[in-house]
């Protein structure tokens, strides 16, 4: 384990579920609080990432708004609509789900 003000390394095991335990210290340092809603990303080539909604909602909404190339600056236009939608998407899924 190696900790430092901005960052943070552990290990964590998957049960049999599927499920991990997002270390305290990490639940700290992105302000992730029980109810919370995360959207988990991958991609076979970049990996997988962990993110709350409510920031990913407004980064979508950023790129909505016309200012993509403000928050995503390597990304072409439409690649940035395409993320900002499936943002939308996964969200107003994870929503749905919780309300049924």
């Known amino acids: 384990m190696s900790k430092n003000q901005d960052q943070y390394m552990s290990t964590v095991k998957v049960g049999k579920k599927g499920q991990i335990v997002i270390p305290k210290e990490i ?16 991609d076979l080539k970049r990996g997988i990432a962990i993110q ?21 600056p390597y990304e072409k236009d439409e690649e940035l ?9 996964s969200i107003n899924a994870e929503d749905k789900s919780t309300n049924d």
């Open 27 to 42: 639940r700290g340092m992105f302000d992730i609080e029980s109810e919370d809603t995360l959207v988990i990303m991958a």
């Open 52 to 72: 709350k909604a409510s920031i990913l909602n407004t980064i979508a909404d950023a790129i909505f708004d016309g200012r993509g190339q403000e928050v995503m």
């Open 81 to 89: 609509e395409a993320y900002a939608k499936e943002i939308k998407k």
